[in-house]
């Protein structure tokens, strides 16, 4: 496939950046061995309207993951986000967490539910301040049934650590 068949369904973009930002692309670029910046723009972009895309459909079940990294300020900010994940119970399904250098703090939660609720428990997150950040990723493949109705209670038992 040649280039011209495929350059005739191209549309042309042009941006200004901050100029710092302008030299992390390329940097991006460089390091990634990417063969343009237009390449690794479409990139960030597809990876952006897929979290959107998934967001748009409220009443959409999805699985993934929450990974934010924020600083630890004596475990005021770990506290926070302990309150704000118990207002999803049913959404967060286990978490992890570990302590970086600088008094930072890496957390990565996996989520299932309603699109619409994983949408609202990012933005308590965002919320918190001292969150440096956030990003979801989801599928619409979702977890097996962890256990039926019954046995319910012992689901979240051990998820958060």
């Known amino acids: 496939m040649g280039m011209g068949s495929d350059s ?3 549309a042309r973009l042009s941006m200004s950046l901050p100029a ?3 030299r992390q692309l390329d940097m991006m670029v460089a390091e990634r061995g990417l063969p343009s910046r237009s390449q690794l723009i479409a990139e ?3 990876h952006a309207l897929a ?3 998934s967001l ?3 009443e959409e079940m ?3 993951t929450i990974t934010l990294v924020y600083r630890s300020e004596r475990g005021r900010v770990r506290h926070l986000l302990s309150q704000t994940q118990a207002s999803y119970l049913k959404e967060v ?3 992890q967490h570990v302590v970086l250098e600088d008094d930072q703090s890496l957390e990565v939660l ?3 539910g309603p699109a619409v609720r994983l949408k609202e428990l990012c933005d308590a997150i965002r919320r918190v301040r001292g969150v440096q950040q956030l990003e979801l990723v989801t599928t619409t493949a979702l977890l097996p049934p962890l256990y039926d109705q019954s046995g319910d209670d012992f689901k979240n038992i051990g998820a958060h650590s």
Do not use: C, T
């Open 8 to 10: 005739a369904s191209l």
């Open 20 to 22: 710092d930002l302008f």
């Open 44 to 46: 960030l972009i597809r």
């Open 51 to 53: 979290e959107h895309g």
């Open 56 to 58: 748009m459909r409220p």
């Open 62 to 64: 999805l699985a993934g």
């Open 93 to 95: 399904i286990s978490s």
């Open 110 to 112: 996996l989520v299932q």
